[in-house]
């Protein structure tokens, strides 16, 4: 199948006086589901709604299919917008909600198709059963639930058969359960419909659970694009490695052993009559200064050492634990300190507790050096 609202962003710089987005250059394929992630106020919704042509950009350009939309007004882009907090008509019930976009005489495919009353009731029929709320098409926003009333605003930007689809955290107001419903939701119209999709969070799992590519966003700039494994598994920068989790970022230097043909990562750790190197074996074609990140849960914890021939084993004491539920997260000193994550068993069963001796191992493969 051939999907349209391919979007290209060219060096697009907004400047709303007291934030900036600045240089901002993206390529989103048609069908995609792209996710934009960052935190509060790194720009995420500026980009978006400047797509939306809600913004008008100071220099650079917005594509989509190949046409230039920076002037564009948004009624004639052929976008459909979601945000967070649904945005319905009071006034309206969910069926003439729904309507709204069709009854917008600057939408292109109402002008040239110039929908009949029964045109309109039908596509109303169609997505409100696609959404699974075609039962709720007489009541006003009032007594629907935040599921339902978001499932109402997804289906009013969809019922324009937009060639884009933004969504500006929609999932951010409902309660866990909700949420993971109408996550699935989105998973599952995204694959039926294949409608393009830019997708705005600040939430990792849901970045991972939607989008078939994920942009981070920093202060105003595209700080790393890739897929999900590109971005956990492999950070561009510290501000990466940090907010997607990584958790455990050094700085050091990377030599080369020509005895044993590997790479080490050498780390200065501060001890009580000064510092130290701390040194792992690393799989890395770098030289010289860098940094490593190492994810929590790519170290093992236990309380014996590891068989003899492990690389990067330590003996290390515990200083702090965070209980996360089903997780727990353990920080030791060797003196550098790490975080590693645990299961609430396996914390249970080792008894883990502050200034317990344990040792703490992980695969070259498992750190990543930039």
């Known amino acids: 199948m051939e999907y349209s609202g391919r979007v290209q962003i060219r060096d697009l710089w907004v400047d709303l006086k007291e934030f900036q987005l600045r240089e901002v250059a993206l390529d989103i394929a048609a069908g995609e589901y792209f996710v934009v992630l960052g935190p509060t106020g790194a720009g995420k919704t500026v980009l978006l709604e400047t797509i939306a042509g809600l913004f008008s950009p100071r220099s650079g350009r917005v594509l989509i299919d190949g046409e230039d939309v920076t002037r564009v007004p948004p009624e004639r882009r052929g976008i459909g917008f979601v945000y967070q907090d649904y945005m319905l008509f009071p006034h309206l019930n969910v069926a003439e909600n729904i309507s709204f976009g069709l009854s ?11 929908l009949r009353k029964d045109d309109v009731e039908r596509r109303v029929q169609e997505i409100s059963h696609m959404l699974g709320i075609d039962h709720l098409l007489h009541r006003r926003p009032r007594a629907l639930s935040g599921g339902e009333r978001q499932r109402v605003a997804l289906a009013r930007a969809l019922v324009v058969e937009p060639r884009l689809l933004l969504l500006d955290e929609p999932l951010s107001a409902l309660d866990p359960e909700t949420r993971e419903s109408l996550e699935r939701e989105l ?5 039926e419909m294949g409608t393009t999709t830019v997708h705005v969070t600040h939430d990792l ?3 991972v ?7 981070i966003v920093d202060k105003g700039r595209i700080a790393q694009v890739g897929t999900s494994e590109d971005v956990f598994r492999r950070p561009a920068s510290e501000f990466v490695a940090l907010f997607v989790g990584a958790r455990n970022v050094f700085a050091g230097a990377i030599t080369h052993s020509v005895r044993e043909d590997s790479k080490t990562f050498s780390v200065a750790a ?3 009559s000064g510092r130290s190197q701390l040194v792992m074996t690393v799989l890395t074609e770098l030289a010289g200064e860098a940094r490593a990140s190492i994810r929590p849960e790519d170290i093992v914890l236990s309380l014996e050492p590891p068989r003899p021939s492990a690389q990067n084993q330590f003996r290390a004491r515990i200083v702090d634990i965070a209980d996360r539920g089903t997780l727990i997260y353990v ?14 068993r396996s914390a249970e069963e080792m008894m883990l507790t502050v200034d317990k001796e344990v040792h703490i191992a992980f695969k070259p493969s498992a750190v990543h050096v930039f």
């Open 104 to 114: 917008l005489m600057g939408l292109r495919d109402v002008v040239r198709r110039r």
């Open 187 to 191: 998973a599952r119209l995204h694959q």
């Open 205 to 207: 799992e849901e970045a």
């Open 209 to 215: 659970a939607l989008g078939d590519r994920i942009a």
């Open 270 to 272: 501060p001890t009580g």
């Open 331 to 344: 920080t030791v000193g060797m003196p550098l300190e790490v975080t590693c994550v645990v299961t609430r």
